[in-house]
């Protein structure tokens, strides 16, 4: 029953928030973008709803994502749209304020984890709680993470690429490049803009992406028709779109990953990096389902590369093992309450 729910875990991120309650998994899975009437300052519409309104708004109404490059751009949406989805698992009328674990960015800062707090105790929370996107990620991966040896996570989500070396439980060393999916259909977009005087919108740049994008150019390609305005004249057209083409479109998104891959290798102790030679990396987050990501990622470093099972979810799933053992994690992992 709705009342008896305790403990929520929620997975914050830019592109999509996801819901996970102990005993029945991930509930809810709706983008992060939140609708609001300009003239009555409310908000109309929240997730999937909201959504469908992105890019097709009057002027009175805005659509925009509360959460931009892993950071929280504007803190009362952010709030809102936490109160949206509490309600959503506990119903509005509740005998019990929640326990809720939230992932945040690695590279965030006190006031920042501070404000996420605050946010989610006015959203209905008794208490929240914060834990490093990176950390949840490798726990849902099913990392041992509280080992006395060196695994390396890389986590690459909407807004954000986290990566980071976990031992004993804590980050050794992390870094986060503020390129991810967005990015990777925003360099899409570009490219069709160029080369064909295309626009499309964001929705099509994603389906291209999930539909025909690489990380590797291939011999035997594959095609797709892509639809939109015609910059010349205005006009609806159609283009047929190669997958290498989608490949050469994302490479500078890509090398901006794998630099920050390398700069954290570079700072890793000799014991642990040694450990990550042997073990390999572990790759999770949405865009880790990008095709063959994970061979380009092992080919340009030289160190094996494994994409988690359902790496979409590993962030939540991470949520709900910690929900699980909140008084173990209470004293090792979380950053406030």
Same mark, same amino acid.
Request: aromatic share 4%.
């Given at each position: 029953?709705?009342?008896?729910?305790?403990?929520?875990?929620?997975?914050?991120?830019?592109?999509?928030?996801?819901?996970?309650?102990? @005993?029945?998994?991930?509930?809810?899975? #709706?983008?992060?973008?939140?609708?609001?009437?300009?003239?009555?300052?409310?908000?109309?519409?929240?997730?999937?709803?909201?959504?469908?309104?992105?890019?097709?708004?009057?002027?009175?109404?805005?659509?925009?994502?509360?959460?931009?490059?892993?950071?929280?751009?504007?803190?009362?949406?952010?709030?809102?749209?936490?109160?949206?989805?509490?309600?959503?698992?506990?119903?509005?009328?509740?005998?019990?304020?929640?326990?809720?674990?939230?992932?945040?960015?690695? @590279?965030?800062?006190?006031?920042?984890?501070?404000?996420?707090?605050?946010?989610?105790?006015?959203? !209905?929370?008794?208490?929240?709680?914060?834990?490093?996107?990176?950390?949840?990620?490798?726990? @849902?991966?099913?990392?041992?993470?509280?080992?006395?040896?060196?695994?390396?996570?890389?986590?690459? @989500?909407?807004?954000?690429?986290?990566?980071?070396?976990?031992?004993?439980? !804590?980050?050794?060393?992390?870094?986060?490049?503020?390129?991810?999916?967005?990015?990777?259909? =925003?360099?899409?977009?570009?490219?069709?803009?160029?080369?064909?005087?295309?626009?499309?919108?964001?929705?099509?740049?994603?389906?291209?992406?999930?539909?025909?994008?690489?990380?590797?150019?291939?011999?035997?390609?594959?095609?797709?028709?892509?639809?939109?305005?015609?910059?010349?004249? !205005?006009? $609806?057209?159609?283009?047929?779109?190669?997958?290498? #083409?989608?490949?050469?479109?994302?490479?500078?998104?890509?090398?901006?990953?794998?630099?920050?891959?390398?700069?954290?290798?570079?700072?890793?102790? $000799?014991?642990?990096?040694?450990?990550?030679?042997?073990?390999?990396?572990?790759?999770?987050? !949405?865009?880790?389902?990008?095709?063959?990501?994970? =061979?380009?990622?092992?080919?340009?470093?030289?160190? $094996?590369?494994?994409?988690?099972?359902?790496?979409?979810?590993?962030?939540?799933?991470?949520?709900?093992?910690?929900?699980?053992?909140?008084?173990?994690?209470?004293?090792?992992?979380?950053?406030?309450?």
């Amino acid at each position: 029953m709705r009342w008896l729910i305790q403990k929520i875990g929620i997975d914050l991120g830019t592109a999509n928030t996801l819901v996970f309650v102990p @005993g029945q998994g991930i509930v809810i899975n #709706e983008p992060s973008v939140v609708a609001i009437s300009l003239s009555e300052n409310k908000v109309l519409a929240v997730g999937n709803e909201a959504k469908e309104m992105l890019g097709r708004t009057p002027d009175t109404i805005a659509a925009s994502q509360p959460l931009r490059d892993g950071a929280i751009a504007d803190y009362r949406v952010t709030e809102a749209m936490l109160k949206y989805f509490i309600n959503r698992v506990m119903g509005r009328v509740r005998f019990i304020r929640p326990e809720i674990v939230l992932s945040v960015p690695a @590279g965030i800062t006190s006031t920042e984890r501070r404000a996420v707090v605050d946010a989610a105790i006015k959203a !209905g929370a008794k208490a929240a709680y914060v834990v490093k996107e990176p950390v949840l990620a490798a726990i @849902g991966a099913g990392i041992p993470i509280h080992t006395a040896q060196g695994n390396m996570i890389i986590n690459i @989500g909407g807004g954000t690429s986290e990566i980071a070396i976990i031992s004993l439980g !804590g980050i050794v060393a992390s870094h986060s490049a503020r390129v991810g999916g967005n990015k990777i259909d =925003q360099a899409i977009s570009d490219y069709i803009k160029r080369k064909y005087s295309l626009a499309i919108g964001d929705r099509t740049a994603e389906e291209v992406k999930i539909g025909i994008g690489s990380a590797i150019a291939q011999v035997k390609e594959d095609h797709m028709e892509v639809r939109g305005r015609d910059l010349m004249g !205005g006009l $609806p057209k159609t283009v047929t779109l190669s997958s290498n #083409e989608v490949t050469e479109a994302i490479q500078d998104e890509l090398r901006e990953i794998i630099n920050v891959i390398k700069q954290v290798l570079q700072e890793t102790p $000799p014991e642990l990096a040694s450990d990550i030679m042997d073990k390999g990396m572990v790759l999770s987050g !949405g865009t880790a389902q990008l095709r063959y990501l994970d =061979q380009l990622i092992a080919k340009t470093i030289n160190v $094996p590369c494994y994409i988690a099972d359902d790496p979409a979810y590993c962030v939540v799933k991470g949520t709900g093992i910690v929900l699980d053992n909140l008084d173990i994690y209470k004293r090792s992992l979380m950053l406030g309450k």
